[in-house]
């Protein structure tokens, strides 16, 4: 149980990390970019709120304590840096979140397998967004 605790706040320290990213980013973004890219990063802001909510909810419906301190990122005002750091965490949160449901089926937890699965549809999303806008991107 503590396992799957520690998952799913690792989980949570990620979705706020990704939080502040996009706000920050959005905030940043400079250039023509900026009239796009600062709606773009906004709107992705309401999938991650709402993964952390549901992490939250449920690490405590587990009798654990939902974790307040997110993790960090790289701050960079160049466009395409930024976008191929998005897509990095993306990526990573995607593999990160195909583990945890992994684990969360070993231990008997259907119902929160089922969901880390339809977060990784949301962050499937992100991703492929995040890939095609940088597809025109250049150096
Ligand atoms: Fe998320
Ligand atoms: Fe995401």
């Known amino acids: 149980m ?3 605790i520690d998952a799913l706040n690792e989980d949570l320290a990620f979705e706020y990390s990704a ?5 920050t980013y959005s905030a940043i973004v400079k250039g023509i970019s900026r ?3 600062g709606e773009f990063f906004l709107k992705e ?3 991650e709120l709402e993964h952390a909510k549901y992490l939250s909810n449920k690490i405590s419906a587990l009798g654990g304590t939902p974790i307040i301190e997110p993790k960090t990122f790289k701050i960079t005002e160049n466009v395409k840096e930024m976008l191929e750091e998005l897509l ?3 990526e990573e949160t995607i593999e990160r979140y195909k583990r945890h449901s992994q ?3 070993k231990l008997g937890y259907i119902d929160i397998k089922v969901q880390l699965e339809n977060i990784i549809l949301d962050e499937a999303k ?3 967004e995040i ?3 940088l597809h025109n991107i250049g150096g």
């Open 45 to 47: 802001i309401n999938d």
């Open 19 to 23: 939080i502040i990213q996009y706000i």
């Open 126 to 128: 992100h991703r492929d």
């Open 2 to 4: 503590k396992e799957l």
């Open 131 to 133: 890939k095609k806008i």
């Open 35 to 37: 009239l796009e890219l």
């Open 88 to 90: 990095k965490a993306e």
């Open 103 to 105: 684990l969360a089926e």
